[in-house]
Every structure is written in C-alpha cells, then in structure tokens.
C-alpha cells in the first residue's frame, strides 16, 4: 500500500512524499493550478502555450539543449502536461539525482525566458498540433462533447485553444498569465519512489531543505478567488 505525507512550507507551498520500496528510480512534479478554465475567451490556449514555452530556454538554461542536456546527462525523463484545470511538469531518474531534478523543474516554472524569436517559431507548431487532433476523431470527440456539455463555461474551451489566439499571444501574456497563477499556494511538489520521507530522519530534513532552497524565490501569495462551476 502505497503511503503519502503532506507538507506546508511557510510561503504556501505544498510537499507530497510517497516512498516506495524496493526501488532506485524517483518521478518529481511540480503541479500547478493552472489550465484553461482559468483563461478569458481572448488568451484561450495560453496555458498549453505557456507550458511549451517554457521548455524553450531559461536565464540558467539559455536553450532547449541545455535544458534537455541536463536531463539526458543523468539517464532521466522529462515531460509535461497541460489539462483543463492544472499544469504538470515532471522528472523521472535515478533517486541520487533528486537535487538535479528539482532544480530543472524550479528553474523551468521560475525562470522561462518566453523570448520572443521562440514564440513565433512556437505557435507554428502548436497550430500544426492543433490540426493533428482536428484530424483525428478519436481525440477531438471528447473535447467537442465537453464543449457542450459546459458551454459557455470556460470548461467548454479546447486546452490547445483556437488558432487566431494563438496567433495573437504575446510575451507580456505569458508573463501576466504566470504572475496571475503561479505562486506557491496555487501549486504542489510531489516526490514519489525511493525517496525519504519528511520528518525527523536527516535525510527528510534535507530533502525538506532542498525544496525551501529551490523554491525560495517564490513569495507567498494570497490565493487566487476562481469563479465556482455552475449549469
């Protein structure tokens, strides 16, 4: 049975640790409150667009290489995800790189560069991706039925947006959008495999000060009041 605690840093920040036993590998995400229920008619497609853009470079990790690299280096997976209500961004590797992890997914969320020659060369391949879905009814069905079964609610829109706002977005959008949504108590660090758990062992206290370390330079943050669903 799989076991789980949960920690509340001081600036808000949630911290899940599910040891499990018998393993050497670890997958840590970073999930943030953040999808496209939460965007306007006019920025619809940010989120996705955002959570590609941030693979694009950093102030640390100028390009997608380096940050690529990083992972590649250490024999790990990197991905993300993006729905309608909630980012993830996450690394699987070998537990001893858990420091390496954390700080390529902190450094990710904090520190995207959204520069604006990547933008453009962006948006060609979110459209692209925009037109394989249209042309295949397996997965668009589902987003067409979610779109009228929740119209006019934001839960109606596509995740990847429409193509004419995605042509529209801009550099100060992605900044806005993360301002608006990506603070610590909009968001939570999980740590799951052969990791220790938080408490009075050191090497949980280290874990712990590994994430306030990382994390630091996010400020604490009142949350965010989201309009409630209704019919």
């Keep these: 049975m799989l076991t789980h605690k949960i920690k509340t840093l001081d600036n808000g920040l949630r911290l899940i640790t599910a040891p499990m036993k018998g393993v050497e590998s670890m997958t840590v995400l970073v999930a943030v409150g953040a999808g496209s229920r939460y965007e306007t008619k006019e920025t619809n497609g940010l989120s996705h667009f ?16 380096d940050i690529t690299n990083a992972v590649d280096s250490i024999g790990g997976q990197i991905n993300a995800a993006t729905a309608k209500e909630f ?7 070998n537990a001893v790189h858990q420091p390496l992890a954390f700080d390529v997914l902190s450094d990710l969320i904090l520190n995207a ?3 604006p020659e990547e933008i453009e060369r962006e948006r060609g391949v979110i ?4 037109n394989m879905y249209d042309d295949m009814p397996q997965e668009r069905v589902s987003e067409v039925f979610e ?3 929740y119209s006019p609610m934001p839960l109606s829109w596509y995740i990847s947006g429409k193509k004419e706002n995605i042509k529209a977005i801009q550099k100060q959008d992605f900044s806005d959008y993360q301002k608006r949504l990506y603070y610590p108590g909009n968001m939570v660090v999980v740590k799951a495999g052969k990791v220790e758990e938080d408490g009075r062992k050191s090497r949980g206290r280290r874990s712990i000060g590994i994430n306030r370390k990382i994390f630091r330079p996010f400020k604490k943050s009142k949350k965010r009041r989201i309009p409630a669903f209704s019919f």
Excluded: C, N, Q, Y
């Design 50 to 65: 955002v959570e590609h853009m941030v693979f694009k470079g950093t102030k640390k990790r100028p390009t997608a290489f």
């Design 113 to 115: 560069k959204f520069d």
């Design 127 to 130: 459209i692209e991706e925009i």
């Design 147 to 149: 779109s009228l079964l």
């Design 87 to 93: 980012t993830i961004f996450l690394i699987k590797a």
